[in-house]
């Protein structure tokens, strides 16, 4: 329950990733889209560190765990920070490819996957945070997708 | 002048001057429309970057209420 907040990260991601039925889509800019991805991260991150949080101080998370949440989140947030300034660099430059400036972030999701959540000893929250930033990474390779070359 | 001399020297003008007015207006649309663009990017990744550092601040602020480092490094005593 405390951590099924997670599930917000590939939900926001998702329904950003979905253009409108029934109309012509407009053109894709691929620094837009990458902005979007990091600002829909930037919140669903602030939704698990909110609810590891309060799970922590209603008892139901230890601080040992909540540490190595809050770790890897930690990462995250700053991974999402050199995104920004990447994305923000090439804001003008029409050939920028999203794809390739994510890069780094979905590395650094991926790292945090490999390195930091075998360390949450509780296998209910392991796997919940593990499921969900692999959930998040197919998400935005997803939407990186659809913008075809970009 | 006649209504056809009008018409024929309104003609030869726009001949003569159509071309770099159209692309007059392209390049002020143009130009508007990435600044647009570039603006609502640049808003989403302010605001990106706001919540990135509101998220690191309370991070921190957690780790120091319980006495640890978001590095995992001791906490140094205070002097």
Redo the contacts between chains.
């Keep these: 329950m405390k951590l099924a907040l997670i599930s917000v990260l590939a939900i926001g991601l998702i329904s950003c990733g979905n253009p409108p039925t029934g109309t012509t889509p407009p053109p894709v800019n691929p620094i837009n889209t990458g902005a979007t991805i990091t600002l829909q991260l930037a919140k669903g991150i602030r939704l698990v560190e909110d609810g590891i949080r309060t799970a922590n101080a209603n008892k139901l998370a230890s601080d040992d765990v909540t540490a190595t949440v809050l770790r890897l989140t930690v990462r995250i947030n700053k991974a999402g920070l050199d995104a920004d300034n990447v994305l923000r660099s090439q804001a003008n430059n029409p050939k920028a490819s999203a794809r390739t400036l994510l890069a780094p972030l979905v590395a650094a999701i991926q790292a945090a996957i490999n390195q930091d959540v075998i360390k949450i000893t509780d296998p209910n929250t392991r796997n919940t945070v593990s499921s969900s930033l692999s959930a998040l990474i197919l998400t935005i390779n997803g939407i990186l997708a659809g913008l075809g070359g970009a | 002048m006649t209504t056809a001399e009008g018409i024929t020297l309104g003609l030869n003008l726009a001949a003569q001057y159509g071309p770099a007015i159209i692309t007059f207006i392209k390049q002020i649309k143009q130009k508007d429309g990435?600044v647009v663009?570039?603006v609502?990017?640049?808003a989403?990744?302010d605001?990106?970057?706001a919540?990135?550092?509101?998220?690191?601040k309370?991070?921190a602020d957690?780790?120091a209420k319980?006495g640890?480092t978001?590095?995992?490094t001791p906490v140094k005593p205070p002097t």
């Design positions: 990435s663009t570039s609502t990017i640049l989403k990744l605001e990106a970057d919540d990135f550092n509101d998220n690191l309370a991070d957690w780790f319980h640890m978001a590095d995992g």
